[in-house]
C-alpha cells in the first residue's frame, strides 16, 4: 500500500485537495484550493482538480482520490442537487482519469468524510452503526456499521415537513436566511430527531466547516444519540479521498 496519496474535495464552493499520510491521516502538505468554477460543467471542474493537483506538484506515482456531491453508482452520477446538471449519466471517474492523465478514484463527498473520520477521527473503532453528516452546501451522509462503510446513503434529501432537508438545515441555509445558532439548531433538532428515528444509530458526527464552531449549536440539540463534531473538521473530505486512493472503503 502507498504511503501517501492525494485527495481532492470537490464543494459547492471550492475544490480543495492536499496530500495525506496514510499513516497517520496528517496532511503533509498544505491545503491547495480553488473556487468551484461556474458552471460548475464535468469539463470545469476537471480542469480545476487539475489546477488543485499542479498547485500541489502531486506526481504521477501518488494515488488520487476526488470526492464528488453527489452519489456515484458504478462510476455514474445519477442525480445531482447541487452542481451543474450537466453531470447527471456522466461516468465520473472515467472522465477524470482521461482528462487528468492519470487514473483517479471518485468516491461521494460525505462517505469521504465519513471514511476520514473511521480511519483517523471521531468515528475510529466505534462499534455498531455511526451516521456521519456534513453540513455545507448541502447535508452529506455517510452510514459506517461495525466500521464498514454503506456508501450513497442519501439522508440530506429526506422530505421533512414537505421540505427536502438541505433546502432548510444545511450551512449554506443558515447563511442565506441569516439565522442564529438558536433558529439553527432549531432546524437540526428537526432533522437529526427525525435521521434518529429512522436509524437509532449509536453515534452522530457532524462535519462541514461549520462544525467548527459547534459549540454554538450542538450543545442546544436534544437526541438520545450522542452527537460530536467530526474531529477532522473540514479536511474529512481530504483525508477520505485519500483514503479511497488506495481501496480504503
Ligand atoms: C448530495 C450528496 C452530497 C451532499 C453534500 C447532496 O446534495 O446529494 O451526494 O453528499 O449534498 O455535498
Known amino acids: 500500500m502507498a504511503e501517501y496519496a492525494c485527495g481532492i474535495d470537490i464543494g459547492g464552493s471550492g475544490v480543495k485537495g492536499g496530500v495525506v499520510n496514510l499513516s497517520t491521516g496528517e496532511l503533509v502538505s498544505d491545503v491547495a484550493s480553488v473556487r468551484t468554477p461556474v458552471p460548475s460543467t464535468p469539463a470545469s471542474v476537471t480542469a480545476a482538480c487539475g489546477e488543485v493537483l499542479e498547485i500541489l506538484g502531486v506526481s504521477a506515482d501518488t494515488p488520487v482520490?476526488?470526492?464528488?456531491?453527489?452519489?456515484?453508482?458504478?462510476?455514474?452520477?445519477?442525480?445531482?442537487?447541487?452542481?451543474?446538471?450537466?453531470?447527471?449519466?456522466?461516468?465520473?471517474?472515467?472522465?477524470?482519469?482521461?482528462?487528468?492523465?492519470?487514473?483517479?478514484?471518485?468516491?461521494?463527498?460525505?462517505?469521504?468524510?465519513?471514511?476520514?473520520?473511521?480511519?483517523?477521527?471521531?468515528?475510529?473503532?466505534?462499534?455498531?452503526?455511526v451516521i456521519?453528516?456534513?453540513?455545507?452546501?448541502?447535508?452529506?451522509?455517510g452510514v459506517i456499521v461495525d466500521g464498514r462503510l454503506i456508501p450513497n446513503v442519501e439522508l440530506g434529501h429526506l422530505e421533512i415537513d414537505g421540505f427536502d432537508a438541505e433546502t432548510r438545515a444545511s450551512a449554506r441555509v443558515k447563511t442565506a436566511e441569516n439565522l442564529s445558532w438558536e433558529q439553527f439548531a432549531q432546524r437540526l433538532q428537526r432533522y437529526y430527531s427525525f435521521?434518529?428515528?429512522?436509524?437509532?444509530?449509536?453515534?452522530?458526527?457532524?462535519?462541514?466547516?461549520?462544525?467548527?464552531?459547534?459549540?454554538?449549536?450542538?450543545?442546544?440539540?436534544?437526541?438520545?444519540?450522542?452527537?460530536?463534531?467530526?474531529?477532522?473538521?473540514?479536511?474529512?473530505?481530504?483525508?477520505?479521498?485519500?483514503?479511497?486512493?488506495?481501496?480504503?472503503?
Open 65 to 129: 482520490g476526488i470526492t464528488f456531491p453527489a452519489p456515484i453508482k458504478k462510476g455514474i452520477i445519477p442525480f445531482i442537487a447541487n452542481l451543474d446538471e450537466s453531470w447527471v449519466g456522466v461516468n465520473i471517474a472515467e472522465l477524470m482519469s482521461k482528462q487528468l492523465g492519470r487514473s483517479v478514484v471518485v468516491i461521494n463527498d460525505a462517505d469521504a468524510a465519513a471514511l476520514g473520520e473511521v480511519y483517523f477521527g471521531a468515528a475510529r473503532g466505534v462499534p455498531g452503526e
Open 132 to 141: 456521519v453528516t456534513t453540513l455545507g452546501t448541502g447535508i452529506g451522509s
Open 195 to 249: 435521521v434518529e428515528m429512522l436509524f437509532s444509530p449509536d453515534l452522530f458526527v457532524v462535519g462541514g466547516g461549520v462544525s467548527e464552531n459547534h459549540e454554538k449549536f450542538m450543545p442546544l440539540l436534544n437526541l438520545r444519540t450522542p452527537i460530536i463534531p467530526a474531529s477532522l473538521q473540514n479536511k474529512a473530505g481530504i483525508v477520505g479521498g485519500a483514503c479511497a486512493a488506495t481501496g480504503r472503503m
